[in-house]
């Protein structure tokens, strides 16, 4: 499976932002499919989850601000970004995979990942 993310960009402070990562090679709605992100010096962190039992799971920092959606027509998984701050600048990564529950948040767990999309939050 590979993965295509895009989306990122410069984005003011309480703007918004939508990521899109395609896969090829593979149906999306066959895995787990999760965002992470990762800011400069700091380790790869969980951002949000659409699981294959469509469930959707977020981390509590962007809980209300970001909302993980899946077109599987498009065989792309989104992840829309509201009322961005500045702790939210990162590379932004897709991936997919099949962790537990418990699970979601570990990146070792994933199998494919995107080349990842920098999103920056400055005035």
């Known amino acids: 499976v590979q993965l295509q993310a895009s989306g990122g960009g410069l984005v003011q402070p309480g703007g918004s932002l939508r990521l899109s990562c395609a896969a090829s090679?593979?149906?999306?709605?066959?895995?787990?499919n999760t965002w992470f992100r990762q800011a400069p010096e700091k380790e790869r962190e969980f951002v949000a989850s659409?699981?294959?039992?469509?469930?959707?799971h977020y981390a509590d920092s962007v809980k209300g601000r970001f909302s993980i959606f899946r077109d599987n027509a498009k065989n792309t998984v989104y992840l829309q970004m509201n009322s961005l701050k500045p702790e939210d600048t990162a590379v932004y990564y897709c991936?997919?995979?099949?962790?537990?529950?418990?699970?979601?948040?570990?990146?070792?767990?994933?199998?494919?990942w995107g080349q990842g999309t920098l999103v920056t939050v400055s005035s």
């Open positions: 991936t997919v995979g099949r962790p537990i529950l418990s699970a979601i948040s570990n990146p070792t767990l994933y199998y494919y």
């Open positions: 090679g593979g149906a999306f709605s066959a895995y787990t």
């Open positions: 659409f699981r294959q039992t469509g469930t959707k």
